[in-house]
């Protein structure tokens, strides 16, 4: 089979594996469709490596059952489900409650495709059903970026939903693939005030298509802009996206007292926290990717048709420009790898 194998630090490339076997208690999928991440280039420039290589890369995909292995008899041959990628040991006291993405063992249990073999080729293997959630009606391939840019940005805007009351507004910085999605969730899930904060004029055009109420071009005067468009109060909730020195500066200057940022953008910036110079009653938060639950419920959000994920379908011989292009910031929505391309 083909797959995308990081091969070394800064190397991935496209190899042929023998497909591999489920063993007692797992499940062999074969991809629908596997989205390329931000997140995947900076586990691919890691120096050192996060983990031992070589691995596979892609930790958003989806898939069809296609083998199980002894001792499951829960699923059926054929069906279409979605990999929950932030893989806990099942056993502590987060995994319980579905919360395997804070997992008391989370820096010795690798994720599915963040340490782990991931879903940039035609098979994998699943090490436990709790890791699959069924896409009931939707287009497999079209629900791949749910697996984490949905996931990730529906767990974020669900912890902050007692802030997002009418009259409240939350700040979405970066109209990619997670960005394209948060603007959607926040629309379906409450009545706040959405601004759109981007560096790129067609992104804030697609933001104001997907049903956000203002668009800001990312720049020294944007949280002036967001201030004059909140009467001065600033925003309830600011979903940082991207997480360099300039998105997280921006953040603290347009947030409202008693208001929350979200980093959840891997770009590596730094922000001090001083007293005097957060809103009060302010906070900063970093999130990890979501619980079980909250993909259970984005993928249902979605099979409503109330998220819908804007795909481009790409080859294996596509990866390596595709990805040249997300680290410009300017591919609309997700691009999926869709391994019979
Ligand atoms: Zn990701
Ligand atoms: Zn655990």
Redesign the pocket.
């Given at each position: 089979m083909k797959a995308y194998q990081l091969v070394g630090q800064g190397r991935p490339e496209v190899v042929d594996l023998p497909i591999p076997e489920p063993g007692p208690g797992q499940v062999r999928l074969r991809i629908a469709g596997a989205g390329l991440?931000?997140?995947?280039l900076v586990l691919v420039h890691a120096d050192p490596p996060f983990f031992p290589l070589p691995k596979i890369l892609g930790?958003?995909a989806t898939g069809w059952i296609d083998k199980l292995g002894a001792d499951v008899t829960e699923l059926t041959l054929g069906d279409a489900y979605g990999v929950y990628f932030t893989w806990g040991c099942g056993h502590c006291l987060p995994c319980a409650h579905g919360e395997e993405n804070v997992c008391y063992d989370a820096t010795t249990t690798p994720g599915f495709g963040t340490g782990l073999d991931g879903g940039m080729t035609e098979y994998v293997i699943i090490d436990d059903p709790r890791h699959l959630v069924p896409l009931g009606n939707l287009d497999p391939i079209a629900a791949a970026p749910l697996m984490?840019?949905g996931i990730?940005t529906y767990g974020a805007i669900r912890q902050a939903l007692p802030l997002l009351i009418p009259g409240s507004s939350a700040v979405v910085i970066g109209v990619g693939g997670l960005g394209h999605l948060a603007i959607q969730i926040l629309k379906a899930l409450s009545p706040t005030r959405i601004i759109a904060v981007d560096a790129h004029a067609d992104k804030l055009a697609h933001a104001l298509q997907l049903g956000a109420d203002h668009a800001v071009q990312a720049g020294p005067g944007a949280a002036a802009e967001v201030r004059a468009l909140t009467a001065g109060r600033g925003a309830n909730l600011v979903l940082d996206l991207v997480g360099a020195d300039a998105t997280m500066a921006f953040s603290q200057g347009a947030l409202a007292q008693r208001g929350q940022i979200k980093l959840i953008g891997v770009a590596g910036g730094t922000l001090p926290v001083r007293y005097f110079e957060m809103p009060r009653e302010s906070s900063i938060g970093v999130t990890y990717a979501g619980t079980i639950p909250d993909l259970h419920e984005v993928v249902r959000l979605a099979e409503v048709g109330l998220v819908t994920p804007e795909v481009t379908h790409i080859g294996f011989d596509q990866l390596d420009e595709t990805f040249a292009l997300l680290d410009t910031g300017k591919l609309r929505g997700r691009a999926v790898l869709v391994p019979t391309l």
């Open positions: 991440c931000h997140s995947d930790h958003e984490c840019a990730t």
